[in-house]
């Protein structure tokens, strides 16, 4: 994140001596991106944060991804995945989409997830309903619906819903932050971005917890591994730096408009590695007096479109069976646009009351098992309203 936090106990200067009331150092820990050369944190345990006393191979089974072939627009409901009782949002999560650059996926939790690190790459949580509490290395962050997490790369984490929460998952292979263009060059927000730090939380006090032998679940490049840590990963007393889990809700994306239709550049709210994630809010929309609001038809060539619809009703796509919960795919290779009749009925139109999340891929996404799980088989036709003969 692009501003300095401070929370809890840390000495006056780094890689300094900081003492525990019984006279024994602090362990300081580092925690940096592209070695060494950006943003940082450094934190104090109360006991090594290297000390592991176990380390076993964890198999895994996602389901294979499989190309979009014949190559097709296509939609999904969420609502229609299934979750057992006790689902967590670690290891339940299901695998809707994916590529050499993020892969992507939902879970309704209900129980306590294990301690988790992704040490792959950092992690975008959208709540898609629900609530839940967000324990991390770095304190602990409350999220509900509507809200964004940004959780770094190998920040230990585990999530406590409250009753029932959705989430809608990125797993990057990078990092995931704002837009450079709504930057200054020394990482404040500048005045066009559509959201800036008021907006943004991150953990405001530690979160120490003792305890010995700790389970902690790893992803890494080749796998999945568990650590057992003679202490717990949580013993933090105090951090400060430029790198840490944040939030921020989509409530408060201050959307751009204009006299005609804006392009969906205006809506992005994140980028990672070969793709940028967007947020449609509710907005009064163009008002030339004869604007057509809904998107115009477009071909993103070099890109795959993934639309998460979360809230309202999304103009474009009225007939098409596209509700809350639902994702529609729109590829590359493929011209897209307004459902038939959409256009026209929303010439003179004020205010358009949807929401969603969308996902721009510069490489083709491939369809998961959750994919195949809940699709929606007419969707492809819903142009034409007719299928193929026969």
């Not at 006393?53 to 294979?64: C, I, K």
């Not at 959208?126 to 790369?153: F, K, N």
Request: glycine content about 10%; overall charge negative.
């Amino acid at each position: 994140m692009p501003y300095y936090r401070r929370v809890g106990e840390i000495p006056h200067k780094r890689h300094t001596a900081f003492r525990k009331p019984d006279g024994g150092l602090y362990a300081e820990e580092l925690m940096g991106v592209e070695g060494f050369s950006a943003d940082s944190a450094l934190l104090y345990h109360r006991g090594l944060p290297t000390a592991i006393v176990d380390a076993v191979a964890v198999e895994e089974d996602r389901g294979t991804l499989t190309p979009n072939h014949p190559l097709k627009p296509r939609a999904y409901r969420t609502q229609d995945l299934k979750f057992g009782a006790e689902a967590d949002a670690v290891t339940d999560r299901r695998r809707l989409f994916g590529n050499n650059d993020v892969t992507i996926g939902f879970v309704t939790a209900t129980a306590p997830s294990p301690l988790y690190r992704n040490a792959a790459g950092d992690e975008l949580f959208y709540v898609q309903g629900g609530s839940a509490t967000v324990e991390t290395i770095y304190g602990s962050l409350e999220i509900g619906d509507g809200d964004y997490l940004v959780l770094p790369t190998s920040c230990t984490y585990r999530v406590v819903p409250h009753g029932e929460v959705g989430l809608f998952i990125l797993e990057a292979r990078g990092h995931i932050g704002p837009p450079k263009r709504y930057l200054s060059a020394k990482g404040q927000f500048l005045e066009h971005s559509p959201y800036c730090e008021r907006d943004v939380r991150g953990p405001s006090s530690p979160l120490v917890v003792d305890g010995e032998d700790v389970d902690v679940l790893v992803r890494h490049r080749a796998g999945l591994t568990r650590y057992t840590y003679a202490t717990h990963p949580f013993d933090v007393v105090g951090w400060d730096g430029c790198l840490y889990p944040w939030a921020f809700n989509i409530d408060d994306f201050e959307p751009i408009t204009g006299r005609v239709h804006q392009p969906p550049p205006v809506h992005q709210t994140f980028e990672g590695p070969n793709f940028v994630v967007c947020s449609f809010c509710p907005r009064k929309v163009d008002y030339h007096e004869d604007s057509i609001p809904v998107p115009y038809n477009h071909a993103n060539v070099d890109s795959d479109e993934l639309m998460f619809y979360v809230r309202g009703n999304y103009e474009a796509r009225k007939g098409s069976g596209i509700g809350v919960g639902s994702l529609s795919l729109h590829p590359s290779g493929f011209t897209h646009g307004p459902q038939p009749g959409a256009a026209e009925a929303s010439i003179g139109a004020e205010f358009f009351d949807e929401t969603a999340v969308m996902v721009d891929t510069f490489a083709p996404l491939e369809l998961g098992e959750a994919a195949d799980a809940s699709e929606d088989p007419g969707y492809a036709w819903t142009w034409s309203r007719r299928g193929p003969k026969g």
